[in-house]
């Protein structure tokens, strides 16, 4: 199975920081990554899907980059509402849709 | 407005067996991959198992193949996830969800969630 690593696991920051998380995958998994943002006891939302495309309605300080085994989400401007974990999972063919272990952003 | 609702979680004791559903509604179901997701208590999101549209295609994660069984009836817009076997480690919410695409594909709409508990 492909395995997705997330760093930082955890990660603090203030209103307005920019923020880089990093997903690397075990294996290539072409461009079929997706980002997802959970705030708690709520269910995901998607943010990012096949590694670099806006969700519908998802504000324009999220964007996702990267290729094969190596991706990146960034918050350009870090808002108040953003504060939750992000996750991001590969949806290669014909493997499980793994997900990274997820990332906290928390109030610095 | 798509809407996926689940049911079926329960408090089962070990060894036992459960079987979820999700009631989809607001899109045309038959046109969509679907996927199960867990989220055992304070813990990450674990990817289950996963159907292709027609049905034809299902996929699970290591730690449940051979005890989870996914299957789907697009004449009722219903996706189920039949649970045998179950194990402690099996306790958490699940959540229904659908894929942009009749493949494999990112997952844009989600359930509120079912939550299933294993204990004697």
């Known amino acids: 199975d492909i395995q997705m690593t997330q760093s930082p696991s955890t990660l603090s920051a203030s209103v307005g920081d920019r923020v880089t998380i990093t997903c690397r995958a075990s294996q290539s998994v072409s461009s079929w990554l997706a980002w997802y943002q959970q705030k708690p006891g709520k269910a995901p939302d998607l943010l990012i899907y096949?590694?670099?495309n806006l969700e519908s309605g998802v504000p324009s300080r999220f964007s996702g980059s990267g290729s094969g085994t190596e991706f990146t989400l960034t918050i350009s401007s870090l808002q108040p509402d953003d504060f939750a974990t992000y996750y991001c999972?590969?949806?290669?063919?014909?493997?499980?849709?793994?997900f990274g272990q997820g990332t906290k952003v928390d109030i610095k | 407005e798509v809407q996926l609702l689940e049911s079926g979680g329960s408090l089962v004791q070990p060894g036992g067996s459960l079987r979820l559903s999700c009631a989809a509604s607001?899109?045309?179901?038959?046109?969509?991959?679907m996927s199960w997701v867990r989220q055992a208590p304070g813990k990450g999101l674990e990817w289950v198992s996963g159907?292709?549209?027609?049905?034809?295609?299902?996929y699970y994660a290591d730690s449940v193949r051979g005890r989870f069984t996914i299957s789907r009836d697009n004449s009722k817009n219903t996706l189920n996830l039949l649970i045998n076997s179950l194990r402690a480690e099996d306790t958490a919410v699940y959540y229904c969800a659908k894929g942009r695409y009749g493949g494999n594909s990112a997952l844009d709409h989600w359930g509120q969630g079912t939550l299933v508990t294993v204990s004697a």
């Open positions: 999972q590969q949806y290669n063919a014909n493997s499980p849709h793994t």
């Open positions: 096949d590694v670099s």
């Open positions: 159907i292709s549209n027609t049905g034809g295609h299902t």
């Open positions: 607001g899109f045309t179901f038959r046109n969509h991959a």
